[in-house]
């Protein structure tokens, strides 16, 4: 069974930094496009950033030049490293994979990690 495993949300001041861990474990052969969306309270889920297997990496303009994204492909884990927090930046943060296992292409959600931003 595949799971998407988060880690690394929390409380942090406006202009602090936060790094979002996650990890695809189970029955895979290959981890293909990731990324994480978040969604704040009554807003809908919306991208942050995505990061294909190959490389090269897209943002959401409000978290541009703020907020990187990077892959370990032998760890299957993705991260997000989140600098000059804003408190318009709270939101739960899901991370998303597309992800090889026996016989085809499934897309997989975590459960969320919640960051809260004050001001």
């Known amino acids: 069974q595949v799971q998407l495993v988060e880690s690394g949300g929390g409380l942090v001041q406006a202009g602090g930094s936060l790094r979002l861990s996650c990890a695809v474990t189970?029955?895979?052969?290959?981890?293909?496009?990731m990324g994480w969306y978040r969604q704040a309270p009554g807003k809908q889920r919306e991208l942050v950033a995505t990061?294909?297997?190959?490389?090269?990496?897209n943002y959401a303009d409000s978290v541009k030049g703020r907020f990187t994204i990077s892959r370990d492909n032998e760890k299957n884990t993705v991260y997000l490293q989140m600098n000059s927090l804003k408190p318009e930046d709270t939101a739960v943060y899901y991370c998303?994979?597309?992800?090889?296992?026996?016989?085809?292409?499934?897309?997989?959600w975590g459960k969320g990690t919640l960051v809260t931003v004050s001001s």
């Open positions: 189970g029955s895979i052969f290959r981890v293909n496009d």
């Open positions: 998303n994979a597309n992800v090889w296992v026996p016989g085809q292409v499934k897309n997989y």
């Open positions: 990061i294909p297997s190959g490389g090269g990496t």
